[in-house]
């Protein structure tokens, strides 16, 4: 059994510290990783301390895997030892229902399989995240990477960037449509990046007047804060699609009233406690609020692919592991430029 070190935490109110564990050797259609670099999600901070109540601990998160394949099974057909591989956020899936069918492991009907603190279907562990010296995972949940791309930078891509990809291309962002990004944080840059790289009218809303020249660098054609109830209402009923990536709870109303007829908001965030709505927004222009997850597999590698043509990857403050508590308190006082990403040499 391979050894692992890692970054983990035995309860919800320990700061992460260092925890060693064993991973099974890789089977038939499996890979065998050597983490590389693992972004720091809000997601990760939301587990470790147990705020959507469905932790399971000890807990070493991380989905946001960039690393070398070191062993293949023998049936592996997309990688071979020494190349790059990348994980995010699901590592498995029942994989013969219909969306599974459909390349949409993320909604399979049976749920998938996370990354971290999640029970392993092949040997009923519990899975053990990217904040660790390596990662055992079957090729179909793994990815490649375009060879022109910066690693670090890619890292967010799996987790950050899938998540506001799908729901863009989903709803149709791209010329003559106008998009707003509710927050500007991990998720929020990527849906900014993606959102101009597509050619829609990019409209960031910040809380954090002082991110207002990197927004507009990040692609954004307009910036608003969102305390400004002036500006705020000059955009009224003017948007065709506004994604909230935001990691706080905090009223959707203010959005919702910025939409189109027939237009949509698409929740990402998912903080700890719900908002309650001014359903009129909704009703009066036949407007939706839909929610989106990460993306399926042929998703993530088009994604992956995209940017590779695009030349897009996440602004990354690259840290040694042994400052991730200082990152999720830097989280939580929305000061990240804008995805922490750890450099897991630093583990060793
Ligand atoms: P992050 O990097 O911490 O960014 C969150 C941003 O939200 C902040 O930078 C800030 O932007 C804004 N914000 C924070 N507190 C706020 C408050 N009290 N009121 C208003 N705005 C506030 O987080 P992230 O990693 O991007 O994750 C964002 C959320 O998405 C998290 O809840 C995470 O769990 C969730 N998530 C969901 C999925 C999915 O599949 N749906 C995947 C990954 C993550 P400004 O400073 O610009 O206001
Ligand atoms: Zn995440
Ligand atoms: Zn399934």
């Known amino acids: 059994m391979p050894s692992s070190k890692g970054f983990g935490t035995h309860d919800a109110q320990s700061p992460l510290a260092p925890y060693s564990f064993s991973r099974r050797e890789p089977g038939?259609?499996?890979?065998?990783?050597?983490?590389?670099?693992?972004?720091?999600?809000?997601?990760?901070?939301?587990?470790?301390?147990?705020?959507w109540g469905n932790s399971i601990y000890p807990l070493v998160p991380g989905h946001e895997i960039v690393g070398?394949?070191?062993?293949?099974?023998?049936?592996v057909k997309k990688f071979k030892a020494g190349e790059i591989a990348a994980v995010g956020v699901i590592v498995?899936?029942?994989?013969?229902?219909?969306?599974?069918?459909?390349?949409?492991?993320h909604f399979c009907d049976e749920g998938p399989t996370l990354t971290y603190a999640a029970k392993?279907?092949?040997?009923?562990?519990?899975?053990?995240?990217?904040?660790?010296?390596?990662?055992?995972?079957?090729?179909?949940?793994?990815?490649t990477v375009p060879a022109n791309l910066d690693l670090a930078g890619v890292a967010p891509l799996l987790c950050a960037g899938i998540t506001t990809?799908?729901?863009?291309r989903h709803w149709g962002a791209g010329p003559g449509k106008k998009v707003g990004v509710v927050g500007l944080g991990g998720l929020g840059h990527m849906a900014l990046k993606f959102a101009h790289s597509f050619g829609a009218h990019a409209v960031q809303f910040t809380t954090s007047p002082k991110k207002k020249d990197d927004a507009k660098r990040l692609g954004a054609n307009e910036v608003?804060?969102?305390s400004d109830e002036e500006a705020m209402k000059a955009h009224a009923k003017s948007f065709d699609f506004i994604i909230d990536a935001?990691?706080?709870?905090?009223?959707?109303?203010?959005?919702?009233?910025?939409?189109?007829?027939?237009?949509?908001?698409?929740?990402?965030?998912?903080?700890?406690?719900?908002?309650?709505?001014?359903?009129?927004?909704?009703?009066?222009?036949?407007?939706?609020?839909?929610?989106?997850?990460?993306?399926?597999?042929?998703e993530t590698q088009q994604m992956l692919d995209y940017c590779g043509e695009k030349k897009i990857t996440a602004d990354v403050e690259v840290i040694p592991i042994q400052k991730v508590n200082e990152a999720f308190e830097r989280l939580l006082k929305q000061d990240v430029k804008y995805r922490f990403v750890i450099d897991m040499s630093s583990l060793k």
């Not at 050597?34 to 999600?41: A, D, F, N, S």
């Not at 092949?122 to 079957?138: C, E, K, L, W």
């Not at 990809?165 to 863009?168: F, H, M, R, T, V």
């Open 92 to 105: 498995d899936s029942c994989r013969h229902c219909a969306p599974c069918k459909r390349g949409e492991e």
């Open 246 to 298: 935001v990691s706080a709870p905090h009223s959707l109303d203010p959005y919702t009233n910025l939409l189109k007829q027939d237009a949509t908001m698409a929740l990402v965030g998912l903080p700890e406690k719900f908002p309650v709505l001014n359903v009129g927004n909704l009703i009066f222009r036949r407007a939706r609020l839909s929610g989106s997850m990460i993306g399926g597999m042929p």
């Open 68 to 75: 070398r394949v070191t062993a293949a099974g023998k049936g």
């Open 120 to 143: 392993d279907r092949v040997d009923g562990s519990i899975t053990m995240g990217g904040y660790s010296t390596n990662y055992v995972v079957d090729e179909r949940f793994a990815h």
């Open 28 to 51: 038939a259609t499996e890979i065998a990783i050597e983490t590389l670099y693992c972004g720091v999600c809000h997601s990760d901070l939301h587990m470790a301390r147990n705020e």
């Open 165 to 168: 990809y799908s729901p863009l």
């Open 224 to 226: 608003v804060v969102s």
